[in-house]
């Protein structure tokens, strides 16, 4: 999650975490608090037991439309690293928000999936787990799902507006896949011809799910160059 460079350390993954590292002669300890990716705000929390100067590099992910970010020093931006050049000393903090939308955004097939900020959202389908192999060590067995769903909704897509909204849960839970973040919209029955509401998961809350959609009969293309849009 962290790297040294040239003039101090970087920050390339985010995430509840601690670094415990030496910094021009100096001991540093810097923690990571945040409900990242289920929540956007990272918190980092520094303690050295001397002042030291040294440059901490943010890594900017794709996604990311804007960062926001409160500490002090000096700041530039290169390589795609924000970078903070201060003298750091025991007590010193960094907060930093990354602005996030839920967005359509075109697969390499020409299909569409759903994403907001690092998370990729997916239909859940209902399945049956049957199992198919027992092991010695108690609680390890293969499982297969079968397929227990309206088999119509694996032939969902989406509509020529596609509107989602974010629901937050507790990101305290023992399934913050299912229950931290979900998206909640309409997909395009093409059995119906009728929209119909859904309720998007990230991709690790679902065991069978449906990630890409086609675009239905009125969606011809996505609306820019980059190949997504605001799903506002």
């Known amino acids: 999650m962290w790297a040294h460079t040239a003039q101090g350390i970087a920050a ?11 910094i021009n002669g100096a001991a540093v300890r810097i923690e990571q608090r945040t409900d990242y990716p ?67 955004r075109e697969d390499l097939l020409g299909r569409g999936f759903v994403q907001m900020g690092p998370l990729v959202f997916a239909l859940p389908l209902a399945g049956r787990p049957i199992e198919t192999r027992q092991y010695p060590l108690p609680g390890f067995r293969d499982l297969l799902y079968d397929y227990d769903d309206d088999p119509g909704k694996k032939s969902y897509q989406l509509p020529p507006e596609p509107s989602f909204n974010l629901v937050r849960g507790d990101t305290l839970t023992d399934k913050p896949f299912q229950k931290a973040v979900q998206l909640q919209g309409k997909l395009f029955d093409p059995k119906d011809g009728v929209n119909k509401s859904v309720t998007l998961v990230p991709m690790g809350g679902a065991v069978l799910r449906k990630v890409s959609f086609r675009m239905s009969p009125d969606r011809t293309r996505f609306n820019d160059d980059r190949g997504d849009e605001s799903c506002r």
Request: net charge negative; proline share 5%.
């Open 12 to 22: 390339n993954l985010f995430g509840p975490s601690e670094l415990r590292t030496e």
């Open 38 to 104: 289920f929540d956007l705000t990272v918190g980092l929390h520094i303690d050295t037991d001397r002042p030291v100067a040294f440059r901490l590099s943010l890594r900017r992910p794709g996604w990311a439309r804007e960062i926001s970010v409160d500490a002090k020093g000096t700041r530039s931006e290169s390589g795609g690293y924000l970078h903070i050049d201060a003298e750091w000393e025991a007590g010193d903090t960094v907060r930093i928000l990354f602005a996030a939308e839920p967005a359509v």
